[in-house]
């Protein structure tokens, strides 16, 4: 039976991981040579390793010398209505995700969801969270519009409401709508909206920074109204590209819709007020709102032709026409983004990384995403960037697993069930060959993962990500 079908994992009756040294993700006390007793899905016991016998019917995996911790979470990702959803899920559990918050939804997902045929594998992470369609101008062209599709979303089951491009006016309309209807409201935060304002008034959740640079410029009115004054455009296209074709690049790189002298970003990192930050910082923790850094998705959008990511042996995982077009953009960028542009959009990476750290030492609540689907992020490789990324920005390991395991679950509300390794939690779970609280680059050696119960060994892992490749091999045909 093929990889990543319902007997793809190893679901006995009762399943023991013997030798394990546990990691608390909530104060970094690791106990080892511990045994845990998983049934039905949930830890049953953790004991000491000779104090939980086998059983007559249980596996037994020897996992001595193994680091075990929740499973990793990514709160931002797109992998369903990808080129290849059964692909990009298997690729997540691959890289120990056990975990997804998908960040883009339709009425179509919503009812495929509802009844049950809307994940394709069983290795797959857990849908954590989906919402409807995004608010845009097309479906919340006014306040009243964005009402009646919040009061639509609701009604199909949406978990949240997502914004990404309307009004000032328009967003604030939205969100205290949102609110009424208790939907958590999460999503950018649009040219001329208040990033604190937002905050102020109950926004649940902003991705990708959106907004928070601008409001740490001593040029801040100035550069919302500019933003505000603006509207985004599509980049120049060669003919013969349909406007879905035009659209899916615009999402894939946004650097390319705005102007090639980058301007705006250059004000951005010119005028930036680490005061400020620490202002804006401490207005987030009073208002309770969650970031979503997205630090990888920002990096291989601002560095759109590095061939860090061009040659990254990884792609062999991502279908060839999807490959393609991320190579096309790049040379797009390359043609029109000149030597002082790509410093300018360099600053501005490093600039994140630093206000990730200001965000970290005021207490601003984080929880880990890759954008899994954008230029260059590869699933399940995109989430381990990001934890690298992370470490750039000063931020320590156990920070970081706590941002993919234990903060994941708190912004979910579902702290009894998940986030650290305890009795009575949801068996999903990662085994790790080296500490992950020594370096970050050890969150990324997945040994084995268990997924509701089922354990995936490394060898099972492995083809997991064979089998992806293979289908993509074999779709792609012979090359030229």
Same mark, same amino acid.
């Given at each position: 039976?093929?990889?990543?079908?319902?007997?793809?994992?190893?679901?006995?009756?009762?399943?023991?991981?013997?030798?394990?040294?546990?990691?608390?993700?909530?104060?970094?006390?690791?106990?080892?040579?511990?045994?845990?007793?998983?049934?039905?899905?949930?830890?049953?016991?953790?004991?000491?390793?000779?104090?939980?016998?086998?059983?007559?019917?249980?596996?037994?995996?020897?996992?001595?010398?193994?680091?075990?911790?929740?499973?990793?979470?990514?709160?931002?990702?797109?992998?369903?209505?990808?080129?290849?959803?059964?692909?990009?899920?298997?690729?997540?559990?691959?890289?120990?995700?056990?975990?997804?918050?998908?960040?883009?939804?339709?009425?179509?997902?919503?009812?495929?969801?509802?009844?049950?045929?809307?994940?394709?594998?069983? *290795?797959?992470?857990?849908? #954590?969270?989906?919402? /409807?369609? $995004?608010?845009?101008?097309?479906?919340? +062209?006014? %306040? &009243?519009?964005?009402?009646?599709?919040?009061?639509?979303?609701?009604?199909?089951?949406?978990?949240?409401?997502?914004?990404?491009?309307?009004?000032?006016?328009?967003?604030?309309?939205?969100?205290?709508? *949102?609110?009424?209807?208790? #939907?958590?409201?999460? /999503?950018? $935060?649009?040219?001329?909206?208040?990033? +604190?304002? %937002? &905050?102020?008034?109950?926004?649940?959740?902003?991705?990708?920074?959106?907004?928070?640079?601008?409001?740490?410029?001593?040029?801040?009115?100035?550069?919302?109204?500019?933003?505000?004054?603006?509207?985004?455009?599509?980049?120049?296209?060669?003919?013969?590209?349909?406007?879905?074709?035009?659209?899916?690049?615009?999402?894939?790189?946004?650097?390319?819709?705005?102007?090639?002298?980058?301007?705006?970003?250059?004000?951005?990192?010119a005028t930036y007020s680490a005061d400020k930050a620490r202002r804006l910082a401490a207005q987030f923790v009073a208002a309770g709102i969650w970031q979503v850094p997205t630090l990888i998705r920002l990096r291989t959008m601002q560095l759109g032709d590095d061939p860090h990511y061009r040659n990254d042996p990884n792609l062999r995982y991502i279908p060839r026409v999807t490959r393609q077009m991320w190579e096309g953009l790049a040379q797009q960028f390359s043609a029109r983004v000149g030597a002082a542009s790509k410093k300018i959009l360099a600053d501005l990476s490093a600039l994140q990384l630093s206000l990730v750290k200001v965000f970290k030492e005021a207490g601003v609540k984080m929880v880990a995403g890759s954008d899994m689907g954008g230029q260059w992020c590869i699933p399940g490789v995109s989430l381990h960037q990001e934890f690298e990324l992370l470490g750039e920005a000063g931020l320590s390991p156990l920070d970081i697993l706590q941002m993919?395991?234990?903060?994941?679950?708190?912004?979910?509300?579902?702290?009894?069930?998940?986030?650290?390794?305890?009795?009575?939690?949801?068996?999903?779970?990662?085994?790790?060959?080296?500490?992950?609280?020594?370096?970050?680059?050890?969150?990324?050696?997945?040994?084995?993962?268990?997924?509701?119960?089922?354990?995936?060994?490394?060898?099972?892992?492995?083809?997991?990500?064979?089998?992806?490749?293979?289908?993509?091999?074999?779709?792609?045909?012979?090359?030229?």
């Amino acid at each position: 039976m093929p990889i990543g079908t319902a007997q793809a994992g190893t679901s006995p009756q009762r399943l023991v991981l013997a030798g394990v040294t546990i990691v608390d993700t909530h104060d970094g006390r690791k106990t080892g040579d511990m045994a845990i007793a998983i049934e039905d899905g949930k830890i049953a016991r953790i004991e000491r390793r000779d104090r939980i016998g086998s059983g007559g019917a249980s596996k037994t995996i020897d996992a001595q010398g193994k680091f075990v911790v929740p499973g990793y979470l990514d709160m931002h990702a797109h992998p369903l209505g990808s080129r290849d959803d059964e692909g990009s899920l298997n690729m997540m559990l691959a890289h120990g995700i056990t975990g997804v918050r998908q960040m883009s939804g339709s009425p179509e997902m919503l009812s495929a969801r509802r009844e049950g045929r809307l994940v394709p594998t069983d *290795a797959a992470p857990e849908l #954590l969270m989906m919402p /409807g369609m $995004i608010l845009m101008p097309l479906n919340a +062209a006014s %306040a &009243a519009a964005a009402a009646a599709e919040i009061q639509k979303q609701k009604e199909a089951g949406a978990d949240f409401i997502k914004v990404v491009l309307v009004p000032p006016p328009t967003f604030f309309a939205a969100l205290e709508e *949102a609110t009424r209807l208790g #939907l958590p409201f999460a /999503g950018h $935060i649009p040219p001329g909206v208040d990033v +604190a304002e %937002a &905050a102020r008034q109950g926004m649940f959740a902003i991705e990708h920074l959106y907004g928070s640079l601008e409001a740490c410029s001593t040029e801040e009115a100035a550069l919302r109204r500019a933003a505000g004054d603006g509207a985004p455009r599509l980049p120049p296209m060669p003919e013969g590209f349909s406007l879905n074709e035009i659209f899916e690049r615009a999402i894939a790189n946004p650097m390319l819709m705005r102007p090639p002298t980058y301007d705006y970003e250059q004000s951005i990192v010119a005028t930036y007020s680490a005061d400020k930050a620490r202002r804006l910082a401490a207005q987030f923790v009073a208002a309770g709102i969650w970031q979503v850094p997205t630090l990888i998705r920002l990096r291989t959008m601002q560095l759109g032709d590095d061939p860090h990511y061009r040659n990254d042996p990884n792609l062999r995982y991502i279908p060839r026409v999807t490959r393609q077009m991320w190579e096309g953009l790049a040379q797009q960028f390359s043609a029109r983004v000149g030597a002082a542009s790509k410093k300018i959009l360099a600053d501005l990476s490093a600039l994140q990384l630093s206000l990730v750290k200001v965000f970290k030492e005021a207490g601003v609540k984080m929880v880990a995403g890759s954008d899994m689907g954008g230029q260059w992020c590869i699933p399940g490789v995109s989430l381990h960037q990001e934890f690298e990324l992370l470490g750039e920005a000063g931020l320590s390991p156990l920070d970081i697993l706590q941002m993919t395991t234990l903060h994941g679950a708190t912004f979910l509300g579902r702290e009894d069930t998940m986030g650290s390794v305890a009795v009575g939690k949801n068996a999903d779970l990662v085994l790790l060959d080296a500490d992950p609280l020594t370096s970050v680059q050890n969150l990324k050696t997945v040994h084995g993962v268990v997924r509701a119960g089922s354990y995936y060994s490394s060898d099972m892992l492995e083809m997991l990500k064979k089998s992806t490749e293979a289908r993509h091999s074999a779709a792609a045909g012979p090359s030229n």
